[in-house]
């Protein structure tokens, strides 16, 4: 089983280019969602889906772009990536018609030059 | 929206000992839930415990929803519990499963 696969793993990209991370998850959840991990500030949420078609702004959401065309892929786009996007990106997603509890992807670590 | 508010901050144990995390939230929350992010950077869900008690081997968890607290209690810690402890709380207002992250709690186990 393979849960949520995140793709890049590693990724160092220059300043001012678009960027998109990959996740895709084979459990037929309904709601996903991509954190953000800083150095001594925690996970900070992105964006989130509810349900395929729909999106929602997280507590960071500028100068990143969701879409939810499909139950299993959730990409995240970086238009024009700046150097404070340097982080660490994680993939979660959740039943919400269950429990919500919250399953994570192995993470994409970028890099903004 | 939500604050979490997690303690200690760090935390250094010999294998063997007991330990008590603490998760204050700023709000009602409908959803609580506390993971472990191994030294390899791994999210690993422990509990989800919006309220009442839960174990799992030699962890278990309570949450007092009406006090806006969660505590997650480690005995005979091991070296493999080493890493960041995270609670994170969702709104009884918010109609979805987001999540908000405490800062986290950095456990240390030495053998």
């Known amino acids: 089983i393979a849960g949520i696969t995140q793709a890049p793993t590693s990724q160092i990209l220059a300043a001012g280019r678009r960027m998109t991370l990959r996740c895709t998850q084979d459990?037929?959840?309904?709601?996903m969602y991509w954190y953000r991990q800083d150095l001594g500030l925690g996970l900070r949420l992105i964006h989130y889906s509810n349900t395929a078609g729909t999106t929602g702004k997280g507590e960071v959401p500028d100068g990143y772009s969701v879409s939810r065309a499909n139950t299993d892929d959730f990409p995240l786009t970086l238009a024009s990536a700046v150097p404070s996007q340097t982080s660490v990106y994680f993939c979660?997603?959740?039943?919400?018609?269950?429990?919500?509890?919250?399953?994570f992807g192995e993470g994409s670590r970028l890099t903004v030059l | 929206g939500i604050q979490v508010e997690q303690s200690p901050p760090d935390l250094i144990l010999q294998e063997g000992a007991n330990s008590t995390l603490r998760c204050n939230f700023s709000d009602s929350v409908n959803n609580l839930q506390w993971f472990h992010q191994n030294p390899w950077g791994q999210l690993i869900n422990l509990f989800y415990i919006p309220s009442g008690t839960k174990q799992n081997g030699r962890l278990s968890a309570t949450t007092v929803a009406t006090e806006r607290y969660s505590l997650l209690y480690i005995s005979s810690s091991q070296t493999t519990d080493s890493g960041v402890y995270f609670c994170?709380?969702?709104?009884?207002?918010?109609?979805?499963?987001?999540?908000?992250f405490g800062s986290g709690t950095r456990l240390l186990v030495r053998p």
């Open positions: 994170a709380g969702g709104g009884s207002m918010d109609s979805s499963y987001k999540l908000i």
């Open positions: 979660a997603s959740s039943d919400s018609e269950t429990s919500g509890e919250l399953f």
């Open positions: 459990m037929r959840h309904n709601a």
